[in-house]
């Protein structure tokens, strides 16, 4: 029993991670209507910057988290423009595989980059984020633990105001639901698909941020199953959903921290398996996820 | 002259869909272009609009060269059109589609008075104003279409079937409404299988055939011309 609260405290963290590279899936595929598995690692390119920044280049704090974010918002810009936008109207296969093949040269390179100027691969993080922490009775909440619901929080609430109230969000709405019509309204879609992976890259930095913050490690392919489990939370709460996969993403992390802790040792190991059991069975129950619209198409 | 085509050829793939057509439309006119299913109408329109490239020939919008400019450019220099099927943003609200509308214009005053003017045109859109355009009847989406066209104060207004899939009644409405849209000073280029009536309201028309314009003048003469009353009036 002692358990459940830190348990909970850790599915949340993780959670709430995932929730934050989940709205850029769901965003990509809502507007662009392609699957983007290259954006995991979009996270793990983050962490490098960040790991760079703090431990070789002893930037101050701020400035790391900066470069961070700019560095994964021009990344996400340019594979878009280099490797998605040429593909545009050709098969979705076809994009799908070019996003799997961004996703292996983006770990490769940053494996190439970590061996020569480090000689290894996974490299870990001084704590370099420290906020104090809460003890409530016997449970202790870390600084970091609030910082990282916060800001997921305050940023799912701002992507859905920034959908709704601006222009740019209603022509990323547009776009969505027919790329022709809204290029009829005035809109430049090359423009909105753009914006859309630079915000969508700029939240995965934040990820990454938090990310290392918590757990203080970086390797060249923690995106990729980062990246499933984050797409598997879309999916659950509903692709094209941002509460959606907000909600999707703190469930998928609340069932792997309680397998984690909870299964017996040999079964343990499969923790990250298990999650992936529930989306299969939450996809029979309800196949457009959680909060996912059934679309009627009216002619 | 408002617009015009000179020579304009069209190709999907190998397939050359539009010959080297050529017409223009006046200032203040309601051209109709109007054909068989396949004949190249929603081709032409596609191209006037930037959605299609053009092969060869020019589109000229008040002299001014416009082949080449993107698509979401044109909107900005007065060329609105009303899709064929409608395309509304049916998972949007009624008021956000009008919105989009707007999208290429900056004066919030002068949004407003355009909202004004379409609801006041359109008494239906304003009581229905918050619904999901999606839950809209045919006849409703029709007019959200051609009001959110007019959001963007077009010179000119592209009409691509507007009569598709409507009772003879709501068609009558929609031509009249075509027509009190065109007196309020927007030039009309109107696309329609429905000859007969987009004869009715045009100044001249063309006929289309297979990609290339077969017939042009007078609308009153192409109602008495005999071959476009056995091909297109059923008469």
Same mark, same amino acid.
């Given at each position: ?104 040269? *983006? ?21 370099? *984020? ?53 290029? *009829? ?99 029979? *129950? ?14 | ?5 000179? &020579? ?22 309601? $051209? ?46 007065? $060329? ?38 379409? #609801?006041?045109? #359109? ?7 918050? %619904? ?41 409405? $929609?031509?009249?409404? $075509? ?13 329609? %299988? ?31 011309? &005999? ?9």
């Amino acid at each position: 029993m002692e358990k459940l609260i830190p348990t909970l405290i850790d599915g949340l963290n993780l959670g709430s991670v995932y929730a934050l590279v989940a709205l850029g899936y769901t965003m990509v595929y809502g507007i662009a209507k392609m699957l983007n598995f290259a954006h995991g690692d979009v996270i793990m390119v983050g962490a490098y910057t960040l790991f760079v920044c703090i431990t070789t280049l002893h930037l101050p704090l701020w400035l790391t988290f900066i470069i961070a974010i700019l560095v994964c918002s021009v990344l996400g810009f340019i594979v878009e423009k280099l490797a998605y936008k040429p593909l545009r109207g050709s098969s979705p296969l076809a994009v799908l595989i070019t996003a799997i093949g961004v996703s292996y040269l *983006l770990q490769n390179l940053a494996l190439l980059f970590a061996n020569t100027k480090y000689g290894m691969d996974k490299q870990f993080f001084s704590s370099f *984020l420290n906020l104090g922490s809460l003890k409530i009775g016997n449970v202790t909440i870390s600084g970091v633990d609030f910082l990282i619901w916060i800001t997921t929080a305050v940023i799912m609430v701002g992507m859905m105001l920034f959908i709704k109230k601006t222009k740019t969000g209603r022509a990323m709405l547009a776009v969505s639901e027919d790329k022709g019509a809204a290029q *009829l309204m005035g809109v430049n879609v090359n423009k909105t698909i753009s914006i859309t992976f630079i915000i969508g890259s700029a939240l995965a930095a934040i990820a990454s941020i938090l990310f290392a913050a918590k757990y203080q490690f970086v390797e060249s392919t923690m995106g990729s199953l980062f990246g499933i489990k984050a797409f598997a939370a879309a999916v659950f709460g509903g692709i094209g959903s941002i509460p959606g996969a907000v909600i999707g993403g703190v469930i998928i992390g609340i069932i792997e921290a309680f397998s984690t802790a909870f299964l017996p040792g040999s079964v343990n190991a499969a923790s990250d398996g298990f999650a992936f059991v529930i989306l299969i069975i939450m996809l029979v *129950l309800k196949p457009t996820g959680l909060l996912g619209k059934q679309t009627t198409e009216k002619v | 002259m408002l617009l015009e085509i000179k &020579d304009l050829s069209v190709y999907y793939g190998v397939i050359e869909a539009i010959k080297n057509v050529s017409f223009s439309v006046e200032e203040g006119e309601i $051209i109709a272009l109007i054909g068989a299913n396949g004949a190249g109408k929603t081709t032409i329109l596609h191209t006037i609009s930037g959605l299609v490239s053009a092969k060869s020939g020019s589109i000229k919008l008040s002299g001014k060269e416009i082949t080449k400019t993107p698509a979401h450019k044109i909107v900005e220099m007065g $060329i609105a059109q009303v899709p064929e099927g409608r395309r509304i943003f049916s998972q949007l609200s009624v008021f956000e589609n009008l919105k989009l509308g707007a999208y290429t214009r900056n004066s919030q005053a002068e949004i407003n008075e355009s909202l004004e003017t379409v #609801f006041s045109r #359109f008494p239906r859109l304003k009581e229905r104003k918050n %619904q999901v355009a999606g839950t809209l009847s045919g006849g409703e989406q029709q007019m959200l279409a051609m009001g959110r066209a007019l959001m963007s104060k077009p010179k000119i207004m592209l009409l691509d079937e507007p009569s598709m899939g409507l009772s003879p009644l709501l068609v009558s409405e $929609i031509f009249d409404i $075509i027509k009190s849209i065109n007196k309020s000073g927007t030039t009309v280029l109107l696309v329609e %299988q429905n000859a007969k009536k987009a004869l009715s309201i045009a100044n001249h028309a063309y006929v289309l055939e297979t990609g290339k314009i077969v017939l042009g003048g007078k609308s009153e003469d192409l109602i008495n011309n &005999d071959s476009v009353k056995k091909a297109y009036l059923g008469e």
